[in-house]
């Protein structure tokens, strides 16, 4: 298997252009989650999907993210307008269990954005 | 108190030596506990589950105490290889997300 694929691995962009970060889990892998990382504050999860649906977007951080997974194979995270505090690196993870479950998270390679 | 906390380093040791990290959780209901290994500008991935009655996978040991609520990671002969971010994992309160430590640093020299 690939792993987990994400695209774009880095990504420049100027404040108030809208970003769209994209991921392919593992195949057969019903949860699909999306983390930031970031000095500051280390890796939070963002929002997590099973089955397609968004289950918890609890760690968003506002309105200006977004996320969809419109097919089991497929899912994007956007964030319109920027702002340079979203310079992070962001993670897509999928997983056969729920989060509070043994299963392991395989990580995807990440997106490296900058917000100028 | 923070949910998951770890002491940042860097630990620097030499190769073969013993290094023992620690991690503090908030959460007493937590069932569910992990250490991941990060490498420098890569993404995590999962080192080894922590069981209640602590696991051992080669050179390394995981322990989990769950009166004081903290998980050590032992890694015995170190070796170059070694040198990464080791992240504690401990699930939450609703037992629906992985909360991750911001990491500890190892560096392990010849």
């Known amino acids: 298997d690939a792993g987990v694929i994400q695209s774009p691995r880095h990504e420049v962009t100027e404040m108030g252009q809208e970003v769209t970060l994209r991921c392919k889990p593992i195949s057969g892998h019903d949860y699909l989650f999306w983390y930031r990382q970031t000095m500051m504050r280390g890796l939070e999860l963002l929002i997590y999907f099973n089955n397609n649906v968004p289950i918890d977007d609890s760690g968003m951080p506002e309105d200006r993210f977004s996320a969809k997974m419109p097919n089991a194979s497929f899912s994007t995270l956007k964030i319109q307008p920027s702002e340079p505090r979203d310079s992070a690196v962001y993670f897509c993870?999928?997983?056969?269990?729920?989060?509070?479950?043994?299963?392991?998270?395989?990580f995807g390679p990440g997106t490296r954005l900058l917000v100028l | 108190r923070k949910e998951v906390e770890q002491d940042p380093g860097p630990f620097n040791v030499p190769e073969g030596a013993t290094v023992a990290f620690n991690c503090t959780y908030s959460n007493s209901a937590s069932q569910s506990f992990f250490w991941y290994r990060q490498d420098c500008r890569k993404e995590p991935k999962l080192l080894m589950s922590?069981?209640?009655s602590g696991n051992e996978d080669g050179r390394f040991t995981a322990q989990l105490n769950r009166a004081s609520q903290y998980i050590s990671l032992l890694i015995r002969d170190s070796k170059l290889s070694d040198s990464a971010t080791y992240l504690c994992?401990?699930?939450?309160?609703?037992?629906?997300?992985?909360?991750f430590g911001k990491g500890t640093t190892l560096s392990v020299s010849s």
């Open positions: 993870a999928s997983s056969w269990g729920y989060p509070g479950s043994r299963e392991t998270q395989y």
């Open positions: 922590v069981y209640s």
């Open positions: 994992v401990v699930n939450n309160q609703a037992g629906t997300a992985l909360i």
